[in-house]
């Protein structure tokens, strides 16, 4: 066991090391050491530490353990109504410190400056290795070192019920053990804070095996839930900073219409409105919010906007969809479950089945508007107050609109209507226009988005087609299967504040782009038919509809969505479903119901 004199002792992969004595409180902090391509590329012996961020090395707790023996956990995945953050991950983390899940009394989630690892309200569980998890292992095997030198006995010989060490005829509670000291535990971390993914922890701790859980598998209440109820949680609408103003945009006419002329604000009626141009946004901003919706109606009537006509409409979108679409300059993908001759096996047989299916666009239109609160500091600090699902991506992405790094954009976050999928790449549309009209008045400003704005400007899933053939053999099995699934780019993450007011974004979807944001249709799903002897699954992908052809470059937004629809067989053989996977693919599984 290392003493304070000793040097950091290796255990399962991080470095452990006592530190200095406080004198009141105390608790067991667990921080992180950056490993890989840095956090800002920065040496991985000296990691920069990102300010208005928790240090990944030193200043930074995943886990704090109190001297009463409760435990603080905090996370970067905003909870958006699954339960994980508040429930899940408090029954993981209590059940690898093996302390009772009321134990974990307090849940810091989203906020940038108060959470180590980024990552989106997606994937919680981590194929059953969540960040949380590790940290968890990593702080009770640091726990087992200490209460071995604290008691005198072996470490194989302790044991841990209720957050109480115990062995050799001693105990002790996690709280004392830690009482009036800490420790700091460092672990290795890779990846990109402001990515899509975030950070992640390396290594393999000792984690409790499944036939020894107590916590996991047992229903325990979603704390956040009565208190929402109760209206005791600060929703991002209830929001409300000193002197912040009021604001609603102007959005151009179409996704492809350029700003002609801004109309002005009636002052007669409206004598502390003001009107914001940047490029093709337009902003309204008032001293209160039913005058901001007024002097923007207002402005709006005698705004110009060049026409478009850039894309198909509903009854013309498939049609524009198989012979317009570019489906030659984006990767052709193949099923991993490809096999035998499909085409071969098609040509001779006697049974056939061939159709093609059409996927309808569907809209990510939640209950309530995106909105967004931003103050833009005079030292250029920004400030941004809302519910999102991806916090430090937002980060990432506001910083660049502002030519700045990201150490100068806090994100908090705030419970509001759910939007699945669509801000896990980072935003939901409302904050950067936020962040531009603040920094253009100098105050807080609040940006809503009104229905009309949501409907037209917000991401979609995208509208798709495949074309099956089947070949069923003598007695009615499928004999081969091939299908070419047809589906416009899945992501687009660009803030559209900036990109109207033609500010640096991330690049739209394009056959380069990365696994987020790559044009190429990827085939994920799970084969499920195994016994069917030849498989030929293609996927076809192109950019987003009315893109190339907009001078906004803003095209049918695709946004990560998932979604199902029914196919139907002929006669009584079984039904498939399509199934359009966050991803950017189709592909077949069966129903449940049918054997």
Do not use: C
């Not at 961020?53 to 905003?78: A, F, M, Y």
């Not at 499944?210 to 209206?231: D, P, R």
């Not at 009021?246 to 996704?255: C, M």
């Not at 919706?293 to 060049?306: F, G, L, M, N, Y």
């Amino acid at each position: 066991m290392a003493t304070m004199n000793e040097k950091p002792r290796n255990i399962v992969g991080p470095t452990l090391s006592r530190r200095q004595f406080v004198k009141a409180g105390g608790a067991l902090v667990v921080s992180f050491k950056l490993i890989g391509p840095g956090l800002l590329k920065a040496d991985t012996a000296k990691p920069a530490v990102m300010k208005n961020s928790l240090d990944p090395t030193l200043g930074s707790s995943w886990i704090e353990i109190h001297p009463d023996n409760t435990v603080l956990i905090r996370t970067g995945k905003s909870d958006f109504g699954q339960g994980s953050t508040f429930t899940a991950y408090r029954q993981i983390v209590a059940e690898e410190l093996s302390v009772p899940f009321e134990a974990i009394t307090t849940v810091i989630s989203g906020s940038t400056d108060q959470t180590p690892d980024g990552s989106g309200a997606f994937d919680f569980l981590g194929h059953g290795t969540p960040n949380i998890r590790k940290a968890a292992a990593y702080t009770h095997q640091a726990l087992l070192d200490l209460a071995s030198e604290k008691l005198g006995v072996a470490r194989d010989k302790l044991t841990v019920k209720a957050g109480i060490v115990s062995g050799g005829g001693k105990s002790i509670s996690y709280g004392d053990l830690v009482k009036n000291q800490q420790l700091k535990l460092t672990i290795p971390v890779k990846g990109d804070l402001t990515s899509i993914m975030g950070l992640s922890i390396e290594g393999n701790p000792p984690m409790k095996p499944v036939s020894e859980y107590t916590i996991i598998g047992k229903s325990f209440k979603n704390s956040v839930i009565s208190s929402k109820v109760a209206a005791k949680e600060t929703w991002a609408t209830d929001v409300r900073l000193p002197g912040m103003l009021h604001a609603r945009v102007v959005h151009p006419k179409t996704l492809g219409s350029t700003l002609v002329s801004a109309g002005q604000v009636d002052k007669a009626k409206f004598s502390n409105s003001q009107v914001i141009v940047k490029g093709n946004l337009v902003g309204v901003v008032a001293p209160t919010e039913w005058e901001a919706i007024q002097a923007a109606e207002q402005v709006a009537s005698a705004t110009r906007w060049t026409e478009w006509k850039g894309l198909p409409g509903n009854e013309k979108l498939h049609k524009h969809l198989r012979e317009e679409a570019d489906w030659t300059s984006a990767t052709v993908t193949n099923g991993e479950a490809n096999k035998g001759d499909v085409q071969t096996v098609l040509a001779s047989a006697r049974k056939k089945h061939s159709a093609t299916y059409h996927l309808s666009y569907m809209k990510h239109a939640p209950i309530g508007p995106t909105m967004a609160v931003a103050d833009v500091k005079p030292d250029a600090t920004v400030h941004i107050y809302t519910h999102n699902q991806n916090p430090q991506a937002l980060r990432g992405e506001i910083a660049m609109m502002l030519k700045t790094t990201p150490d100068r954009v806090i994100v908090h976050s705030y419970p509001g209507p759910g939007h699945y999928g669509r801000s896990n790449g980072g935003n939901a549309g409302a904050e950067d226009e936020a962040v531009l009209l603040s920094q253009a008045v100098g105050k807080p400003v609040r940006v809503q988005w009104m229905r009309a704005d949501d409907l037209q400007w917000s991401t979609q899933s995208s509208a798709a087609f495949s074309d099956i053939q089947i070949a069923l053999d003598e007695k009615g099995k499928i004999a081969a299967y091939l299908v070419d699934h047809y589906m416009p780019a899945m992501q687009d993450d660009r803030p559209i504040g900036a990109v109207l007011a033609g500010l640096p974004t991330m690049s739209p979807p394009n056959p380069k782009g990365d696994f987020v944001t790559n044009t190429a249709n990827g085939i994920e799903d799970p084969w499920v038919y195994a016994p069917v002897p030849n498989v030929a699954e293609r996927g076809h992908g192109t950019f987003q509809v009315g893109e190339k052809a907009s001078p906004t470059a803003v095209g049918a937004r695709p946004g990560n969505f998932s979604r199902t629809i029914r196919v139907s067989w002929p006669s009584a053989k079984p039904p498939l479903w399509l199934v359009r996977t966050r991803s950017n693919s189709v592909s077949t599984t069966p129903r449940k119901d049918v054997p």
